[in-house]
């Protein structure tokens, strides 16, 4: 799944694939999965993502939580 995230990010110039991605369905499900399983490991619910993913995904500009995103500029929409 990584090597479509790349190719995502490489088409839309960031890894926020939709849950419910129409062209990747699979993709968004578990990039929807990684911040689930991140979410419960931050909140002492779990330990089903290993700390060298996480260092992964970072690292190829992976956003945690998309709600704390700033919004893009009007020359980043454009």
Avoid at 10 to 36: D, E, S, T
Wanted: glycine residues 8%.
């Amino acid at each position: 799944m990584l090597s479509q995230l790349r190719e995502y990010r490489i088409m839309n110039g960031n890894c926020n694939v939709p849950q419910h991605n129409k062209n990747n369905p699979k993709l968004g499900k578990w990039v929807n999965r990684q911040r689930a399983h991140y979410k419960g490991l931050k909140n002492g619910k779990g330990k089903k993502i290993k700390p060298e993913r996480i260092i992964r995904l970072e690292r190829f500009g992976f956003i945690w939580n998309t709600k704390e995103t700033p919004p893009a500029s009007w020359d980043d929409n454009l």
